[in-house]
């Protein structure tokens, strides 16, 4: 007898065969050329801090590059389903196109200094997911590398959450701080407000605002709704 309901057919029906169609769809060309100055001023004006000039930094779920193709980086690699990222990624950049899940399969363990995600666990289908993408991570960065992970704060969005259908996991910054601990990782940092929602938002882009917003944190405080949160990978032990 024929199984019912037929199986979906591999990148059909699912987001994993439409990734680079939704975002696509979902940022326009202005957007995207916004997207591209904001990334700069804030890797210039703040991610540099945390970047090892002479070192690996992976980009995970890197999507359109906006955060490796800004870094100075000996080795800058980007790991992502979209094959949009092999397309938008500067020169030099590394591209993988590979589940985030099974990432350890295609870099090598412990050679990581810092992974970066921004706007990503999100998007995982629960806390399984995230902890084997986190096992993942954990297994690539170096003894004492860290993970940066920026994306929203779903107990200061709230019901804005769900206005991207692919956003599944809310987490606020006390449960990525959980789920970062269970996982095996010190955190090192924890912002609960650091950037709007959204770059779709309202707020004035020009670089010198941008800057302004950076270095004052009350500013931060009333306007932030995606945490910032920075974890260590224990240099032996778990």
């Given at each position: 007898m024929a199984e019912w309901p037929p199986p979906t057919p591999p990148g059909?029906?699912?987001l994993e065969g439409g990734l680079d169609r939704l975002y696509a769809g979902r940022f326009s060309d202005r957007d995207?050329?916004?997207k591209l100055r904001l990334w700069e001023i804030l890797c210039r004006s703040f991610f540099d801090r945390y970047v090892p000039s002479e070192g690996a930094v992976l980009d995970v779920g890197a999507g359109y590059c906006d955060f490796v193709n800004h870094i100075r980086?000996?080795?800058r690699l980007a790991v992502d389903l979209n094959p949009d990222t092999a397309r938008a990624a500067a020169p030099g950049v590394e591209v993988h196109q590979h589940p985030l899940e099974r990432l350890d399969e295609v870099i090598e363990p412990d050679s990581?200094?810092?992974a970066f995600a921004s706007n990503v666990f999100e998007h995982l289908r629960g806390p399984d997911a995230l902890l084997q993408v986190l096992a993942a991570l954990k297994a690539v960065l170096k003894p004492g590398g860290r993970l940066m992970i920026m994306q929203p704060n779903a107990r200061l969005v709230g019901g804005s959450f769900w206005d991207f259908f692919d956003h599944t996991l809310p987490l606020s910054e006390k449960g990525m701080s959980e789920a970062l601990g269970f996982a095996g990782y010190e955190v090192v940092e924890c912002r609960a407000r650091f950037m709007p929602y959204t770059t779709k938002s309202r707020l004035p882009k020009a670089p010198s605002l941008v800057r302004l917003y950076l270095a004052l944190p009350p500013a931060q405080w009333a306007f932030g709704k995606q945490m910032l949160v920075v974890a260590r990978?224990?240099?032996?032990?778990a």
């Amino acid at each position: 007898m024929a199984e019912w309901p037929p199986p979906t057919p591999p990148g059909r029906g699912t987001l994993e065969g439409g990734l680079d169609r939704l975002y696509a769809g979902r940022f326009s060309d202005r957007d995207r050329r916004e997207k591209l100055r904001l990334w700069e001023i804030l890797c210039r004006s703040f991610f540099d801090r945390y970047v090892p000039s002479e070192g690996a930094v992976l980009d995970v779920g890197a999507g359109y590059c906006d955060f490796v193709n800004h870094i100075r980086a000996a080795r800058r690699l980007a790991v992502d389903l979209n094959p949009d990222t092999a397309r938008a990624a500067a020169p030099g950049v590394e591209v993988h196109q590979h589940p985030l899940e099974r990432l350890d399969e295609v870099i090598e363990p412990d050679s990581i200094d810092l992974a970066f995600a921004s706007n990503v666990f999100e998007h995982l289908r629960g806390p399984d997911a995230l902890l084997q993408v986190l096992a993942a991570l954990k297994a690539v960065l170096k003894p004492g590398g860290r993970l940066m992970i920026m994306q929203p704060n779903a107990r200061l969005v709230g019901g804005s959450f769900w206005d991207f259908f692919d956003h599944t996991l809310p987490l606020s910054e006390k449960g990525m701080s959980e789920a970062l601990g269970f996982a095996g990782y010190e955190v090192v940092e924890c912002r609960a407000r650091f950037m709007p929602y959204t770059t779709k938002s309202r707020l004035p882009k020009a670089p010198s605002l941008v800057r302004l917003y950076l270095a004052l944190p009350p500013a931060q405080w009333a306007f932030g709704k995606q945490m910032l949160v920075v974890a260590r990978k224990p240099t032996s032990g778990a």
